[in-house]
């Protein structure tokens, strides 16, 4: 069983930059390992929407078309982490942001339900 944390949302200005972070782990105290990580984001009345992605092994990542040159994924294996950089925020990308892991896997995935294990999500709130 896989556990997931995510950390760093808040209230931020549009304009402002926010990290978020993802801790990885296994319930089990097993070595963590995965076949990739991403993120999703949920804004109120709207459907769940892919972020980014990161292979766990090869570090390769695909972000959202929308969102590329803004937003930018990353990870360190050491420490079980993925991180999400988040610049130039807009109201729009007010959402819960969710850290996710697919286990296993042999090409990019960006649909939720291709995800096995999720983190509680953290709130990012952009004001105008």
């Known amino acids: 069983q896989v556990q997931l944390e995510e950390s760093g949302g808040g209230l931020v200005q549009a304009g402002g930059s926010l990290n978020l972070s993802c801790a990885a782990s296994?319930?089990?105290?097993?070595?963590?390992?995965?076949?990739?990580m991403g993120w999703f984001r949920q804004a109120p009345g709207k459907e769940r929407e892919f972020v980014a992605t990161i292979n766990w092994g090869s570090s390769s990542t695909y972000v959202a078309y929308s969102l590329k040159g803004r937003f930018t994924i990353s990870k360190d294996n050491a420490k079980n982490m993925v991180y999400l950089q988040m610049n130039s925020l807009k109201p729009e990308d007010t959402a819960v942001y969710y850290c996710?892991?697919?286990?296993?896997?042999?090409?990019?995935?960006?649909?939720?339900?291709?995800?096995?294990?999720w983190g509680q999500g953290t709130q990012v709130t952009v004001s105008s």
């Open positions: 296994e319930a089990s105290g097993r070595t963590f390992n995965t076949y990739a």
């Open positions: 996710a892991t697919r286990s296993r896997g042999t090409y990019i995935y960006t649909k939720g339900y291709e995800y096995d294990y």
